[in-house]
C-alpha cells in the first residue's frame, strides 16, 4: 500500500503561488483516484515570507502535515527555501528545484549572505538521491507572465511522475483565472518539455 | 458528490447544509475564508461586522428572532464576543446559534496561543471539535441540532490545520426553505438576564450541562475504535488523525464533542487498555478532567503545551519513551548550516512604508496595533515598540501620555483596527485629556486578514454598495481638534505633518491615507537606478521595500554594493525616489 502513496512538499516563497501550485497538485490526486489531503501556511505568511505546502495521495490518509525524512518530491520554487526544507526529503527522494533567487531582506540590508548555489547544489544531492534543477521562472519570463513559474514546474513534475497530462491540463484549466488560462497551459506544456 | 475542500470551506458549506440564516463574523486567520465563502449561498445572509462582540450580539438577536444562526472568530476573538457568548448560555434561543472558534496552535498569524477550549467550561456550553474536513462540515450541521435540543450556543472548535488543510468531503443534501419568523417572542425572564431572572436560569444550566453529558455518552462522534489494548489513546482534532497515524496499532477514543465529557465512554475505554496516553495540543484540558475521575492518564507530562503537536514531535517523543522503536535517521552535514532567515515584509507599493521609515528616523516611541502594519516592528525601521491586542496602540498610548515620558510618543492603528476597537479609546483620551499622536493608517481594507471590507468601504460582504464613513468626519465628531489627513505616498507631507501633530499639546490624530495595493490594483512602470549617480548610501534600503535590491556594482571608494530595483517586484509607488538622496533613482519615461 505504501508504495503507492506519494508526498510532496512546496516551498517558496509568500505571493509566488504555492497555494494555487498545491491546490492543482492535489486536486490531480483526486482525479487519479487517490484519498488526498494538503495542508497550507496562510495570513501573514504570505507576506513575502518563507511558505511551505503539505500534500499526500495515497489510499487513506491521516495526517494532513508531513514529517521530516519522509518526503518524496520536494518541489522547490526558489533556492534558499528548498534548502531551508531539505530535511523533509527521503534519501531516495526527488527535489525538483526551480532556478530562482529572491533575496530575504536580512541579504538586501547586508545581515546575512545568501549561500552559493554551488554549495546549496552540493547538500541537495547529499539529502536526495534524485535532483533536478528546472528553469521555470525563466521560462515564464519568456511567456511574458513570470506568475505562471509554479506552473512551468507543475509540469515538469507531471513528466517525473509520468501521470496521464489530461487529467493535469483539466485541472489547470479550473484552477487558474480563466483570462490566463491559455497562458497556463501552454506553461505547462513548456514544463514537460523542460523535463526528459 | 464530494469535493476537495478546506476545513473553511467545509464550515461554510455546513452552515448552508444546516439551514443557518443569518452568518456574522469577524476576519482573523485561521478562520476568515469561513465567512468569504458563507457568502456564495445565496439562502444565507451574511456580514463582516465591526468587531466580534457585535457579530455575537447580531447572531443572537437573529437566533432569538427563530433564525438558525453561525459566528466566527479567531482564537483571540472569543475574547471579544465572550461577554455576549455567556448571556446567550443563560438565555437560551429560538433557533440554533453555533459560534466557530478558530485557535492557533504554532501562532502562524497570533499574539497568543490561547487553548479555546476552556470556554466551554468557564461559559457552561457544548464544544465540538472537527479533525477533517468532513467533519467540519457535518459537525455544523450537529451543532445546530444539539443548539435547538438543548436550547443552548454550541461552539466549534477548530484549529489552523483542521480549517487550512483540504481533504474530501462527500456533501449533503440542500436545506429545507426557510419560512417566515416572528412575530418577536417578548418571554423577558428568558431572554433578559436582569440579576432576578438569571438567578432563576443558572440552575437550568447547571442541568443542562449535565444533560448534555449524559447526551455525549451516546453521541456517534465520541467513538472508541480498539486496536492493541496495550495503548489505548484519547484524542480529538487533528490531533486525533496525527495519533492515528503515529500509533497506527493503538485502541482509540475520538472525542468529537470535547465538553462536556462522557465519563462513562471514557471509565470504559481506560478499563480497556494497559496504558492509557491523553493526547492534546496545547493545554491539558481533557487530561485534567480525567484525572480528577481517578483515572491514571498520562498527557503533559510528556507532551508539551506549547506549539503544534506534529506528528514529527509526537513520534520522537512515542520513541524517547520507549512507547516506539528507536530509528535512526539523521540528515547528512550540511555545507550551508546557517541560513538567512526569511520573515514577511511590507509589500512593495506598501501605503505604511512612508509612515514606518519617518518613524525610524524620528526615533519616536510607538504603541502598535494589529495589522500589516506590525511588520513595522521588524527591520530595518524597528518601530513599534508595543503590540498586544487589537485597538490597544490608543489606550497605551493614552497611558503613555499620563507617565511623563521625555518625548512625545505616537501609535500606529489600521483603519479596520480603528473601527474595530479604537473609537472608545479614543474617545476616552479626548475626554481626560490625553496627549499623543494616533496615526490611523488608512489603506481602505482589511489587508492582513485577507482583504475583508469595513465600515471605511462602500460594500458590504455580499456585495451590496453601503455608505462610506469618512474617518476625519468620525474622528472630529468624536472631539479631536487636532485632525490632519495626509497622502501616504508624499514622504515630505507625511514628514511635516508628524511633526506638527507630535508637537501639539493634546491628542492629535494624523489619517495617513493610501490604498492597499490589492485596492488600488494600479501598478505603475517600475523605476530604476542611475548607477552613476547611486553612491550606494543606503538610505534606499531603509525603506525596507523587497523591490530595492544590491547589484553586484560598487562605490569604489566605500566598496559598498549600489542600489538596484526589481522590474518584477516594483510599482512605481515612488517613495523610494523620493528619499534618495543623490536623485540617483528614476522614474522611467
Ligand atoms: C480580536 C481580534 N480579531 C481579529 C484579529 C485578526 N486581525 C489582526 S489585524 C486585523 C485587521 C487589520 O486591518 P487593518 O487594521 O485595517 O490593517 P491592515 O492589515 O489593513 O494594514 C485583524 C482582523 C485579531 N488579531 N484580534
Same mark, same amino acid.
Given at each position: ?196 | ?36 465563502? +458563507?457568502? @456564495? ?7 463582516? &461586522? /465591526?468587531? %466580534?462582540?457585535?457579530?455575537?450580539? *447580531?447572531? !443572537? #438577536? ?93 461552539? +466549534?472548535? @477548530? ?7 483540504? &481533504? /474530501?468531503? %462527500?456533501?449533503?443534501?440542500?436545506? *429545507?426553505? !426557510? #419560512? ?107 487530561? %485534567? ?301
Amino acid at each position: 500500500m505504501s508504495e503507492d502513496s506519494y508526498k510532496f512538499l512546496i516551498a517558496g516563497v509568500g505571493g509566488q503561488g504555492t497555494v494555487l501550485a498545491s491546490d492543482i497538485l492535489a486536486e490531480v490526486g483526486i482525479r487519479l483516484g487517490y484519498d488526498t489531503k494538503k495542508s497550507d501556511i496562510l495570513g501573514l505568511a504570505v507576506r513575502g515570507g518563507s511558505v511551505v505546502s503539505h500534500i499526500q495521495w495515497a489510499p487513506k490518509v491521516h495526517s494532513p502535515v508531513l514529517d521530516e525524512y519522509d518526503v518524496d518530491y520536494l518541489i522547490g520554487f526558489e533556492w534558499l527555501e528548498t534548502l531551508r526544507r531539505l530535511s523533509y526529503i527521503k534519501p531516495d527522494g526527488f527535489i525538483l528545484a526551480n532556478d530562482c533567487r529572491i533575496d530575504p531582506m536580512t541579504v538586501t540590508s547586508g545581515e546575512a549572505n545568501y549561500p552559493e548555489k554551488d554549495r546549496m547544489m552540493a547538500d541537495f544531492k547529499k539529502a536526495a538521491q534524485h535532483v533536478q534543477t528546472i528553469a521555470g521562472t525563466r521560462t515564464a519570463l519568456d511567456l511574458g507572465n513570470v506568475l505562471c513559474f509554479n506552473i512551468v514546474v507543475l509540469g515538469g513534475l507531471s513528466t517525473i511522475l509520468g501521470n496521464e497530462p489530461d487529467i493535469w491540463r483539466a485541472v489547470i484549466k479550473e484552477r487558474v483565472p480563466a483570462k490566463v488560462a491559455d497562458l497556463n497551459l501552454t506553461a505547462y506544456e513548456k514544463g514537460r518539455e523542460l523535463i526528459n | 458528490m464530494k469535493a476537495l475542500l478546506s476545513g473553511n470551506e467545509a464550515i461554510a458549506r455546513g452552515a448552508y447544509e444546516a439551514g443557518i440564516e443569518v452568518a456574522t463574523g469577524y476576519p482573523g486567520t485561521p478562520s476568515s475564508e469561513i465567512l468569504q465563502n +458563507v457568502s @456564495t449561498y445565496k439562502t444565507i445572509y451574511s456580514e463582516w &461586522s /465591526v468587531n %466580534e462582540k457585535v457579530a455575537m450580539d *447580531a447572531a !443572537a #438577536g437573529a437566533a432569538y428572532s427563530g433564525r438558525r444562526a453561525l459566528v466566527t472568530t479567531k482564537q483571540v476573538g472569543m475574547n471579544v464576543l465572550s461577554d455576549s457568548l455567556f448571556y446567550t448560555a443563560y438565555t437560551g434561543l429560538e433557533a440554533g446559534l453555533v459560534v466557530l472558534t478558530a485557535d492557533d496552535p504554532g501562532m502562524f498569524s497570533s499574539q497568543n496561543e490561547q487553548d479555546n477550549r476552556h470556554y466551554a467550561k468557564l461559559g457552561k456550553f457544548p464544544m465540538l471539535e472537527p479533525a477533517d474536513s468532513q467533519e467540519c462540515k457535518d459537525f455544523i450541521v450537529r451543532g445546530i441540532e444539539i443548539s435547538e435540543q438543548f436550547d443552548t450556543p454550541v461552539v +466549534v472548535r @477548530t484549529t489552523m490545520r483542521t480549517s487550512h488543510s483540504k &481533504s /474530501v468531503v %462527500e456533501l449533503g443534501g440542500d436545506p *429545507a426553505q !426557510a #419560512g417566515d419568523v416572528g412575530p418577536f417572542t417578548r418571554n423577558m425572564q428568558k431572554y433578559n438576564c436582569m440579576c432576578l431572572w438569571s438567578k432563576k436560569r443558572h440552575p437550568i444550566l447547571e442541568q443542562r450541562l449535565l444533560d448534555l453529558a449524559e447526551f455525549a455518552e451516546t453521541y456517534p462522534d465520541n467513538f472508541i475504535s480498539w486496536g492493541d489494548r496495550d495503548l489505548g489513546i484519547i484524542a480529538s482534532g487533528v490531533v486525533y488523525e496525527y495519533a492515528r497515524q503515529v500509533f497506527p496499532k493503538a485502541s482509540f477514543l475520538k472525542l468529537g464533542m470535547v465538553y462536556p465529557l462522557p465519563q462513562k465512554k471514557i471509565k470504559e475505554f481506560a478499563d480497556g487498555v494497559k496504558k492509557l496516553l491523553v493526547i492534546e495540543e496545547l493545554d491539558p484540558f481533557i487530561e %485534567e478532567q480525567v484525572r480528577a475521575m481517578g483515572i491514571d492518564a498520562i498527557g503533559k507530562a510528556l507532551f508539551p503545551p506549547c506549539d503544534e503537536l506534529l506528528p514529527q514531535t509526537l513520534q520522537r517523543i512515542a520513541r524517547e519513551n520507549g512507547l516506539l522503536p528507536p530509528v535512526e535517521k539523521t540528515l547528512p552535514a550540511l555545507d550551508t548550516p546557517d541560513l538567512p532567515g526569511r520573515s514577511p515584509v511590507l509589500c512593495a507599493g506598501c501605503p505604511h512604508r512612508s509612515t514606518f521609515y519617518l518613524l525610524n528616523k524620528m526615533k519616536l516611541p510607538v504603541a502598535g496595533d494589529i495589522g500589516c502594519y506590525n511588520l513595522g516592528t521588524l527591520p530595518p525601521f524597528n518601530a513599534q515598540h508595543t503590540m498586544g491586542s487589537m485597538g490597544a496602540s490608543i489606550g497605551v498610548l493614552h497611558g503613555m501620555g499620563k507617565s511623563g515620558l521625555p518625548e512625545p510618543a505616537v501609535c500606529t492603528i489600521g483603519d479596520g483596527t480603528f473601527f474595530h476597537a479604537g473609537i472608545p479609546p479614543l474617545l476616552n483620551m479626548v475626554h481626560n485629556h490625553g496627549k499623543g499622536t494616533v496615526i490611523i493608517m488608512d489603506n481602505r481594507t482589511t489587508a492582513m486578514t485577507g482583504h475583508q471590507d469595513h465600515p471605511g468601504n462602500n460594500y458590504t460582504l455580499m456585495g451590496k454598495p453601503t455608505k462610506e464613513v469618512d474617518i476625519e468626519t468620525l474622528v472630529r465628531a468624536l472631539g479631536v481638534e487636532k485632525v490632519m489627513s495626509v497622502d501616504a505616498f508624499d514622504v515630505k507631507a507625511m514628514g511635516q505633518a508628524l511633526k506638527e501633530c507630535t508637537a501639539y499639546d493634546g491628542t492629535a490624530v494624523l489619517i495617513a491615507k493610501g490604498p492597499c495595493i490589492f485596492v488600488s490594483r494600479n501598478p505603475q512602470p517600475a523605476y530604476n537606478v542611475d548607477t552613476d549617480k547611486c553612491v550606494a548610501c543606503g538610505t534606499c534600503a531603509k525603506a525596507g521595500c523587497p523591490a530595492t535590491i544590491k547589484i553586484d556594482e560598487v562605490n569604489p571608494k566605500t566598496k559598498m554594493k549600489k542600489a538596484g530595483i526589481d522590474p518584477v517586484l516594483c510599482i512605481g509607488c515612488d517613495i523610494c525616489r523620493q528619499i534618495c538622496p543623490t536623485g540617483a533613482i528614476r522614474k522611467p519615461e
